[in-house]
């Protein structure tokens, strides 16, 4: 581990910079242009409403661990207020002519453009990530998902489900997390598209952004009822899962749950998407644009602090130019800012919360009991909060919990091959089949591979690209069904 001084930076900012003791002054967003309530209620049938139980839960900032707001928690009889609003309101919004639903996406989408800065700050603020992610990355894709899919509404009929398709009815939408008011544009934006109403579930440490959301569809007139968000944690989560009164489901989560649910529904025939973990492998040749390769490695792993389903978790490195990939890895993995989430040079922000800092914590320690080799960054992190510093594995056998196990955390495990068809079968060694990425300069090899590669993506030369009108989702245990794009459209369709 190398360990140069730091030098003048340290002292001024507590950061160390490596390359050439160049440092940045701290350029902090404001905070002032988001005013977070005390307490929030449920949105239900267009109003914010006190919970039943009058129970509520405190959100954080995982970068301070300070309560930001109370939201409140959804009994099984709010979730039932949420459904019976929804089930009231599909007759009038599933008979609106497509045209007449897509002004209403578009003003949702225009919306969430002219508050981006508001709600990136938000965002940050509950989830820990950087602000220069949501302000680039999370807000303008959920603006571009509305706006993508209000193209669609008026044109359901051409779209190769048959000359008249129907909606669902009422969606019941549960997200997690790691990216909050991307995944509910990803659920309702093709849901409201294709005449259904929805009854969203945000996951219990991210709740803010959903309930921005609300504001905004207020803002845009949306009539009362199309959509309803109820807060909560698992529990209501499962009063959801186990109404009566919904007509599809879509859940984005772990493995382990996506599992219970879809045991649940087994008898029921409920129209389910799921898209759960992943174990991607981020595939690199020897001929491969090195400078390239190695930006695609940080963004497949470090991204959003690694918090993605899809992330590049293995390297699978070409032996010939293994070295030098790892050299150059260990360098830039020493250049990655770790700190104040809302400061606008900030690369990794903080971990997403205490139980998840334990996960990643438990399975780090694995790697080191069976015998990988651990290289972490020596960057200095934030007293409080909760974080992780950028750290790479190699030595690393394809039996251990690191290669196997999704982290969900800034954690990379890095192995080597030989030939093409040893990178396949590596890449495939998993239970997983989410996201893969290919880097060669020679596209007929990149080809060969990615046909023989088992995942729901595959990205050649780049990694963690995502764009409305591309599908998404996963095969085997990353779960069915796509979001994004014309294929998006099929799970809220009665096809
Ligand atoms: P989780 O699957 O428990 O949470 C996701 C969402 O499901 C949240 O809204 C949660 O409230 C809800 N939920 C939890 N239990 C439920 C139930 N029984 N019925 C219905 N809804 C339920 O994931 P968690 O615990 O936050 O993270 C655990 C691990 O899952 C992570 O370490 C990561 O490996 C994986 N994960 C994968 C995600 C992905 O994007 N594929 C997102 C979040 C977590
Ligand atoms: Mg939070």
New binding site residues.
Partial sequence: MSSEPGGQGLASTGRVSRLGDLDYAPAPESAAIVSIADAYGLYIDGHFTDPERHESFATLNPATAAPLARVARASAADVDAAVQAARRALPAWSALPGAERAKYLFRISRIIQERQRELAVLETLDNGKPIRETRDVDIPLAAGHFFYYAGWADKLAFAGFGPDPRPRGVAGQ??????PLL?AAWKLAPALAAGNTCVL?????TPLSALALADILEQAELPAGVVNIVT???????D??DHPGIDKLA????????R??QRRLAARGLPLTL????KGANIVFDDAPLDEAIEGIIDGIFFNQG???CAGSRLLVHEGVADEVLRRLRRRVDQLRVGDPLDKNTDVGAIN?A??LA?IGELVAAGEAEGATRYTSACPLPAAGYWFAPTVFTDVAPAHRIARE???GPVLAVMTFRTPEEAVAKANDTTYG?ACGVWSEKGSRTLWVAQRLRAGVVWANAYNRFDPASPFGGVRE??FGREGGRHGLEAYLDV
């Avoid at 579930?201 to 440490?205: L, M, N, R």
């Avoid at 909560?232 to 499962?238: E, I, L, Y």
Wanted: aromatic share 8%; charged share 15%; proline share 4%.
């Fill in positions: 549960i997200i997690p997390w790691n990216f995944m579930k945000p996951a219990e440490t909560g944690d698992g529990a209501t989560g499962a959801l899962v859940f984005t989560g772990s493995t382990e749950v996506g219970q649910i898209e759960l973990g992943g918090h993605v389903c919360s139980a998840q996960r999704e982290i969900f989410l990353s779960g």
